[in-house]
């Protein structure tokens, strides 16, 4: 008979490698079943089932590589690549389709043209797709507010990459704004990440300002 907390020392391990499992957000999910596979290491080497042992070392030890390569890959350009693409095209409607939903939630104010059998973003804006490898992991839309203003409508991030920031990659090519007159970004309001700070944005009011060199 084990004691007490040992038992639940193997509960909740157990719990937690479950909850791990239904994790949308790709590093969330190698932290949580990292901690739950060191839990049942423990586990499992206090009552000495040797074999769930080893196999859940080489599971911590496989989450800690992916952990170090996503965290290693968080700022690289090599590992992120910003696509500009016109408003009107195909492939940008269908993912602002796919991820409709989940659009309105995180951005309410965002509504592209209606009366179409897909999203139309109209005259005016400029859209850029963030990929990593063959995968979208979200996308940017500016409108062009006349003075040299760009204001960002939408900086969207699909759940599998929301504790990363992928869009910053596009303020970093600030010659893609350059290339327009444009001379100011402002971000939509009530953003919270602070990725925009890291980047050289100031807060004024309730959204982020930065001024283009």
């Known amino acids: ?22 994790q949308a957000r790709v590093l969330r999910f190698r932290l949580l079943n990292l901690v739950a596979s060191c839990t049942l290491t423990a586990f499992n080497a206090l009552v000495h089932v040797w074999p769930m042992v080893a196999m859940n070392v080489v599971i911590a030890g496989i989450n800690i590589v992916f952990i170090s390569r996503l965290l290693r890959e968080r700022g690289d350009d090599k590992v992120y690549e910003v696509v500009p693409v016109g408003p009107d095209e195909a492939y940008l409607q269908h993912f602002l389709k796919v991820q409709a939903a989940d659009i309105r939630k995180h951005f309410p104010r965002f509504e592209p043209a209606t009366g179409h059998a897909a999203p139309v973003l109209g005259e005016g804006r400029s859209a850029y797709l963030v990929e990593r ?4 992991v979200g996308v940017v839309v500016v409108r062009d507010a006349g003075d040299g203003v760009a204001q960002v409508e939408l900086d969207y991030v699909t759940p599998r990459f929301r504790d990363f920031s992928p869009g910053e990659f596009v303020y970093r090519s600030s010659g893609l704004f350059r290339g327009k007159g444009i001379r100011r970004i402002i971000t939509p309001p009530g953003m919270l990440n602070p990725y925009y700070a890291r980047l050289g944005f100031r807060a004024e009011g309730d959204h982020w300002v930065a001024d283009l060199a």
């Open 1 to 22: 008979m084990t004691t007490w907390w040992v038992q639940t020392l193997g509960w909740a391990g157990s719990s937690l490698l479950v909850f791990s499992l239904l």
């Open 133 to 136: 490898g063959n995968e979208t």
